[in-house]
């Protein structure tokens, strides 16, 4: 079974940056198998990151050239660094693998 945790999230000023962190335990696949999304008040769960085949990643226009997904084999730790972050990026940000989710780690971006 696998068991995901996102840690990173907090405070930060429109402008800043933050680093998430997601770790995965359990019968990981795929470590490319895994992406980001994030969910705001009132609004449906959205996609932000994801590895794609050969290497790449794709990313939802609102965080393309902002937004960074990487991966830490050894680790078995996906990460999502965010930079330039707007007060609409304030979020709950979510990892998945598959079906299997994350509890969520908030961000909150002030003006």
């Known amino acids: 079974q696998v068991q995901l945790v996102e840690s990173g999230g907090g405070l930060v000023q429109a402008g800043g940056s933050l680093r998430l962190s997601c770790a995965a335990s359990g019968s990981i696949f795929a470590l490319n198998a895994m992406g980001w999304h994030r969910q705001a008040p009132g609004k449906q769960r959205e996609f932000v990151a994801r590895f794609s085949s050969g290497g790449s990643a794709d990313y939802a226009d609102s965080v393309k050239g902002r937004f960074t997904i990487s991966r830490d084999n050894a680790k078995n730790t996906v990460y999502l660094q965010m930079n330039s972050l707007k007060p609409t990026d304030t979020a709950v940000y979510y990892c998945?693998?598959?079906?299997?989710w994350g509890q969520g780690t908030q961000v909150t971006v002030s003006s």
């Open positions: 998945n693998h598959f079906a299997t």
